[in-house]
């Protein structure tokens, strides 16, 4: 899973990048270079297991970040073309919104204006798929017999093309499965999962009103856009302190959680993915996989040679696990279970796989 922090310049993208990375990348206004990261998926479940077991080492699961720059007005074409290309390699757009107030950043871009923001971002978003979809009809066109698949892929362009006019992703128009075939492989942003983060000042930690935040907040639930208030400076500057001084601090700016903890559980459901869990005394580790994943497929995830020699999984709930306190007793009320090949992996199975190559 690749994430790309996407924002107009100076939102603050890089300050979160750090703070969900751990990097110490500058916020440089105008930079060219696209940072990559990685951060460590808080799960209070692999805890317990490791805990419990006492294994030689803990795995959690992890995100992969892309810091992407803001493309200005004056940026070149091949560098927005780059950028582009960046953002459409990305799994899941978290857009950094600039909600904050600093005399500097205000004297060169105005007052913070969350509202505007998000509304340039998927005007943006939709002027590049009509741009991809006239190259792509411009083409086609072109071509000296225009019959069959050509005929019918130009009939479907054309009306994507009259869908983004009218500000309506390709996704939002619901193709047939001969329309879906003849889209196989064109990637549109209009209809990348997006997830918007509204980086606030410390002044207005707790939900206090800030300027436009009822218009934003509105408008992304009219687009069924998560949302999520974060003030990314503060929160960086107390993931720099020990440990132990960390909640003392947290409770003062009236935080509960950390941004990083509810990025990820909202990155998961915007993209449809769940965590299972192996276990033993070598490794406890947590597993990412899609909704709907089998457990042959699931297994593969682990090793390859689980998945072509499976034979079956032993389940059980992390619930039942907590809830009983050992596997022996999870065992004995008979809620440990043998599951064949085509068994739907559920969020919190723990796991353990047998095979033969």
Not at 20 to 41: F, I, N, R, W
Not at 48 to 68: E, G, H, N, T, W
Not at 84 to 103: G, I, M, T
Not at 229 to 238: L, Q, S, V
């Amino acid at each position: 899973m690749k994430i790309g922090l996407v924002g107009f310049p100076q939102s603050g993208k890089t300050t979160l990048f750090n703070l969900l990375t751990g990097s110490g990348h500058e916020d440089m206004p105008g930079a060219a270079e696209v940072h990559l990261g990685s951060a460590v998926v808080p799960d209070k479940r692999l805890d317990f297991l490791a805990d419990l077991y006492k294994p030689r080492r803990s795995v959690p699961a992890q995100i992969q970040f892309k810091d992407i720059p803001g493309v200005s007005a004056e940026a070149s074409a091949a560098f927005a073309a780059r950028m582009l290309e960046e953002v459409r390699s990305s799994d899941l757009l978290v857009q950094v919104v600039r909600a904050f107030r600093e005399e500097e950043v205000e004297a060169a871009l105005g007052e913070p204006d969350p509202y505007r923001d998000l509304v340039e971002f998927r005007n943006e978003l939709l002027l590049a798929d009509m741009d991809f979809v006239e190259k792509r009809l411009t083409r086609l066109r072109e071509a000296r017999k225009i019959k069959g698949e050509t005929a019918r892929q130009i009939a479907l362009l054309e009306r994507i093309l009259e869908g983004l006019e009218e500000e309506k992703s390709p996704g939002s128009l619901g193709f047939s499965d001969e329309e879906a075939a003849l889209l196989a492989g064109q990637s549109f942003l209009s209809d990348k999962p997006w997830l918007a983060v509204l980086n606030v000042g410390e002044e207005f930690l707790g939900g206090e009103e800030y300027p436009g935040r009822d218009r934003a907040i509105a408008y992304a639930r009219e687009q069924q856009i998560p949302l999520l208030e974060i003030c990314a400076r503060i929160e960086r500057e107390i993931s720099l302190l020990p440990p132990e001084e960390q909640a003392a601090f947290m409770a003062d700016y009236g935080l509960t959680e950390r941004g990083i903890d509810r990025l990820a559980r909202k990155a998961y459901q915007c993209l449809g993915l769940i965590s299972f869990f192996t276990v033993g005394e070598d490794e406890v580790r947590a597993w990412t996989v899609s909704q709907g994943t089998p457990v042959r497929k699931a297994a593969g995830k682990i090793h390859s040679d689980m998945e072509r020699g499976f034979i079956r999984a032993e389940v059980f709930p992390f619930h039942d696990l907590e809830r009983l306190g050992t596997p022996l007793k999870v065992k004995e009320a008979g809620l440990m279970r043998l599951e064949g090949k085509d068994y739907i992996v559920q969020d919190g199975d723990i796991i353990h796989i047998r095979f033969n190559v």
